[in-house]
């Protein structure tokens, strides 16, 4: 089917309503074979495209492959559109700020199983798939964990056959694109958007408008009920951009819905025939600023407005959706709990409580008490952090300016909860201004994370460390109020990507031993047990993590100009660059192997070749982390000049890390660095990506590392560092860094280098902030693990040492994870908070 008529077939189909002729007509995919994929192919360039194949550039290719494989994908997505129409199923609307996708065009004929087609028939053609796939610009829509995590269970889910839309901001140019000038990060704009994106569906007729600013006024209904109501000040249009979810090898598509915001009026004639051609514009491009960029830099008073105005757009947009276009007439809200459950992916979308409530109150007709009840049954948050910093609180002053009905909503819940509280505790005031969702210093403000504690039916964390600090440190009294609430969901990654894509050598060996049924079902991993013991695949295990590693050395040359040496430990350490992550450890390990040689103390012989890797993007307004990052490239830079270490240590740090170049880098990795101060990280998911693809893990009991290290065992997992007792025991008695610093001759060694300037050109006052921080702040206790960590790390010399010894421990970590599938991540959502059975 041509691309128009299948892009505007959903909206119609969808308007129309299973019951009508259209809406019950077949959609046909082309025929599935070599010769159908050439005509389906040269169709898309020829017309769609409007060029002839010996006249196309690469991406008019491109554009034709990936337009040929949507069409194949298309048939499936309108067919799970009808059947959901009809039989109206429970379905997860999985709110997040962030997605990050990783490139499409793979992933996507994986699932329909297109590959070897595709391949035949493009060399038919005389195109190269490879040369195709290069040219994919991926999706900037997420900058971390919490984006690929979300990536991860909507593929899931979709592969599980669960109803389910993903709801996001279709942000313009994501968050930054990351360069290096003079070592120094420098944040550019990251134009995913500049040669378009195959993989979208706009549609602006099913346009939402969503409201801002204003005032509130009571009247009297024709009831006689005193209601409120909103009159907003301005408002700007929320344009649905949809995507295709396919499931793996199951014909099901589920939706990935992103908004884009454009003004309602954006084009003034009259102004911009007076000539005042700026001020004609000036509303679209204030409309246009909210989906703009993920995670505006928020120092400023405009900047913390941007943000809420983005939260509140995506979640208004995908409510009204919800209410309007999916449930659609006839349903009573009083079993729309029957029918849907929000799940709030961290504190960003928190403000869809509020707004579900203005929605039942305001427009639906609702009384308080049912419209709570409602409430309270639609949603689950999921806590993502152990920092309070990062638990979000937004100033009453900016909510009521910007939102004024839901700050009024949100004081009545809030009225009624401590109410609630008082009846259970009596007039215990510390508690009550403890458990208040408005916080009252250092202003007055609204704690997102107690709303949605408040607001839902289940609060998770990611990891059972995370979630029983999460009980006993951060909401001992919400966990105490509401007894059965709290839960555990330890997050995982889909198997798909990054194994059978990321990793298609290893993703052999393993169908080789195991069979094909491992890709959904990765608990059968555990077969791989006894292979361990087998030498002859211990050599083809080898085989695979050397061809990786060129695999990754040819990527990193032509992309940065590195080069990786195969007889290297590949030593990595990728993640948002944060103090509590720790990459200054990190730092301090490798400047103690290489002051220990530049000073003729240690024989470079002695020391086990490693290239250490790094990849990790700052906020732009986080300094010390920006410091770090300068710091990171300038003892890389001194490093890879130095002939005293040459052949033994390197350091590379490649800008603007990915989901593109984790694949080429997770697969090639032997060990794997997750090195956060006990107690800080929620969960990770590098660290089970890293522990799947075959790398060993040295790290400290945070986040799920504790699962990982009981999964695999001590054996096999390097271990250091203070517990989450151990430290806070430590923060108790008084932690004083500069201690360590005196007491500790290599550490001290190594901080006495930075200071020197040997990594500054002599300037000694280039990274003396980060001195200073350590050995007199020190939030995180860098100085307090260096000396486990060190010793940590003489343990991993000699482990890899014994080359088969380490293969062997590779293997078993990949048997014994299994359990880190996002497909297992969603069975526990489904069994412990959503209740959606799959639509088979």
Avoid at 47 to 74: C, H, I, K, P
Avoid at 358 to 384: G, K, N, P, S
Avoid at 392 to 406: A, F, I, K, T
Avoid at 677 to 687: D, I, P, Q, V, Y
């Amino acid at each position: 089917m041509p691309e128009e008529a299948t892009a505007s077939a959903a909206p119609i189909v969808h308007a129309l309503g299973a019951t009508h002729p259209l809406a019950l007509a077949p959609v046909t995919a082309p025929p599935a074979s070599v010769d159908g994929f050439v005509r389906e192919f040269l169709h898309n360039l020829n017309f769609e495209l409007g060029v002839s194949l010996s006249a196309s550039s690469v991406n008019d290719r491109y554009l034709a492959l990936a337009q040929t494989v949507r069409d194949y994908l298309m048939a499936r997505w309108l067919d799970d559109q009808r059947r959901l129409s009809e039989i109206k199923p429970k379905t997860v609307c999985y709110l997040s700020a962030e997605y990050l996708l990783g490139r499409q065009l793979d992933n996507n004929l994986l699932a329909a199983r297109l590959t070897d087609v595709a391949t035949e028939a493009l060399a038919a053609c005389g195109v190269s798939l490879e040369e195709l796939r290069e040219i994919e610009v991926e999706p900037g829509l997420g900058n971390g964990g919490l984006g690929r995590l979300a990536a991860c269970f909507i593929d899931s889910l979709a592969t599980m056959s669960v109803p389910s839309i993903g709801y996001g901001i279709r942000y313009e140019y994501g968050i930054f694109r990351q360069t290096f000038v003079d070592g120094q990060q420098v944040e550019q704009p990251d134009s995913w958007l500049r040669l378009g994106s195959p993989w979208e569906f706009p549609h602006p007729e099913a346009a939402q408008t969503i409201s801002f600013g204003g005032h509130t006024e009571k009247y009297v209904d024709d009831d006689g009920v005193e209601r409120s109501r909103w009159i907003p000040g301005w408002n700007v249009l929320a344009v649905p951009y949809n995507y295709m979810v396919p499931g793996y090898h199951n014909g099901r598509v589920n939706t990935l819905r992103l908004w884009r915001a454009v003004a309602t009026s954006s084009f003034d004639l009259r102004v911009f025939n007076s000539g005042d051609y700026e001020e004609a514009v000036r509303a679209q491009t204030y409309a246009e600023n909210i989906s703009k960029v993920l995670y505006p830099e928020d120092s400023t008073p405009q900047g913390k407005e941007l943000r809420l105005q983005q939260q509140y757009f995506f979640v208004a947009a995908s409510i009204s959706d919800f209410l309007e276009n999916v449930l659609g007439d006839g349903v009573e809200l009083e079993k729309l709990p029957s029918r849907v459950i929000f799940q709030l992916n961290d504190t960003h979308p928190v403000i869809a409580v509020p707004e579900l409530m203005r929605v039942l109150l305001d427009e639906r007709r609702l009384d308080w008490d049912d419209a709570w009840a409602i409430t309270q049954q639609c949603f689950a948050y999921t806590c993502h952090t152990l920092l309070p910093e990062a638990l979000e609180v937004w100033s009453v002053d900016l909510l009521g300016r910007l939102l004024p009905r839901h700050l009024e909503i949100i004081y009545r819940i809030n009225e009624e909860f401590l109410e609630a509280v008082r009846e259970r505790f009596g007039d215990d005031e510390m508690r009550i201004r403890n458990m208040s969702i408005i916080g009252e210093h250092p202003y007055r403000s609204v704690r997102m994370a107690y709303l949605a504690t408040v607001a839902g039916a289940k609060v998770n964390g990611v990891a059972e460390l995370h979630s029983q600090l999460l009980r006993d440190k951060v909401l001992p009294d919400f966990d105490e109020f509401y007894p059965g609430k709290f839960t555990n969901v330890t997050n995982g990654v889909t198997p798909r990507r990054f194994i059978r894509l990321a990793n298609p050598d290893l993703a052999s060996l393993i169908t080789e031993a195991l069979g094909a049924g491992w890709t959904i079902d990765l608990e059968r991993l555990r077969g791989l047990e006894a292979y361990a013991e087998d030498p002859e695949f211990r050599a083809k295990f080898a085989a695979v993590k050397a061809s990786n590693k060129r695999r990754l050395s040819d990527v990193l040359h032509v992309r940065d100009g590195f080069d990786v040496s195969e007889d290297h430990m590949l030593d990595v350490m990728v993640k948002r660059l944060h103090e509590y992550k720790r990459q200054m450890l990190k730092v301090l390990h490798i400047v103690t192997e290489y002051e220990g040689i530049a000073s003729g103390r240690v024989a470079a012989s002695a020391v086990q070749p490693r290239t250490f890797v790094f990849g990790a993007k700052a906020a732009p307004g986080y300094i010390m982390a920006k410091r770090i990052i300068h710091l990171i490239n300038a003892v890389g830079k001194v490093v890879n000049e130095d002939p005293r270490v040459e052949g033994r240590l390197k350091v590379l740090f490649p800008p603007n890390y990915n989901v593109t170049l984790a694949e080429r880098l997770i697969p090639a990795a032997d060990l794997s660095e997750q090195i956060s101060l006990a107690g800080k990280e929620a969960s990770g998911t590098g660290n089970m990506k890293f522990a799947l693809n075959g790398a060993l893990t040295v790290g400290t009991d945070d986040g799920a590392n504790v699962e990982i290290r009981q999964l695999v065992g001590d054996d096999n997992f390097f271990l250091f560092g203070m517990t989450e007792p151990e430290v806070e025991a430590l923060w108790a008695k008084g932690y004083r860094p500069a201690d360590f610093y005196q007491q500790d001759d290599d550490l001290r060694r190594a901080i006495d280098l930075i200071a020197s300037g040997a990594f500054s050109d002599g300037d000694r006052s280039v990274f003396e902030p980060i001195v200073s921080n350590l050995l007199y702040d020190d939030r995180f206790m860098v100085l307090a693990d260096y000396s486990s960590y060190i010793a940590a790390q003489a343990q991993v010399d000699a482990a890899y040492a014994d080359q088969d010894a380490w293969t062997r421990s590779a293997i078993l970590n990949i048997a014994r994870c299994g359990f880190f599938s996002s497909d297992r991540s969603m069975r526990d959502y489904i069994d412990r908070i959503w209740h959606t059975p799959p639509v088979l």
